[in-house]
């Protein structure tokens, strides 16, 4: 339990360092930072199958497809809207939006397992809403009508990273309930090498030279 407890704590510190890093490497862009993200990921996890238990072996090609999709869209995705809407919006406004996740991943599973009465979900839901309700409004109506129009824009960038996680969750998902699940391992580091041949596909976008 503490193990895991301190698991969670230091995946969440580590998770908010995807809201900092954009503001913090002015001037590379988004591109940029997406770039060089995961093709530095991409290449820890080719560099990790050495280790066999990190190989995609005995995985169809179509689950291999499906594993490099997963990889470059879903993670590549994801940051890429992460990344502008903190320019535009700060560092604050993202991972309100963005950290509802967790809730919209219940909802959805709620509807489809039934596992929780809507009544007792009901009051918590609400109180989230209404949170993210404040911090958008009180975030937008601080601004001046240049900054309005700036931290709607990455309210609409969080809103898409948001979609695409949850599309994310929710397909990785069915892959790591069906009877032939791949190795954990092996499903990180071939979606690891998916992002990186995603991030390459962003190159032409780069604004520094090679």
């Not at 407890?5 to 002015?26: D, E, K, N, Q």
């Not at 280790?51 to 999709?69: E, K, N, Q």
């Not at 879903?74 to 809407?85: K, L, Q, W």
């Not at 599973?109 to 409004?137: H, Q």
């Amino acid at each position: 339990m503490l193990l895991g407890i301190i698991a969670g704590l230091t995946t969440c510190a580590l998770w908010g360092l995807t809201f900092v890093a954009p503001r913090a490497v002015t001037p590379f862009t988004a591109w940029d930072v997406t770039i060089a993200r995961y093709c530095i990921f991409g290449l820890a996890c080719l560099m990790l199958m050495a280790d066999r238990r990190f190989r995609p072996i005995g995985i169809a090609r179509s689950r291999l497809l499906v594993g490099l999709l997963l990889g470059g869209a879903g993670y590549v995705g994801y940051f890429i809207s992460v990344a502008f809407a903190v320019q535009l919006a700060g560092a604050a406004v993202p991972p309100v939006i963005i950290g509802t996740m967790p809730v919209f991943l219940a909802i959805i599973a709620n509807i489809r397992d039934r596992s929780a009465p809507w009544k007792v979900l009901a009051l918590p839901l609400a109180l989230i809403a209404i949170g993210v309700a404040i911090v958008n409004a009180a975030t937008v109506s601080a601004a001046d009508v240049a900054g309005t129009e700036s931290i709607l824009l990455g309210v609409l960038a969080s809103s898409a990273a948001l979609a695409i996680w949850i599309a994310y969750g929710l397909a990785n998902a069915a892959v790591m309930r069906s009877a032939d699940a791949p190795e954990g391992l092996q499903w990180t580091g071939l979606q690891g090498v998916g992002a990186a041949i995603g991030s390459l596909l962003l190159l032409p976008l780069a604004s520094f030279d090679f």
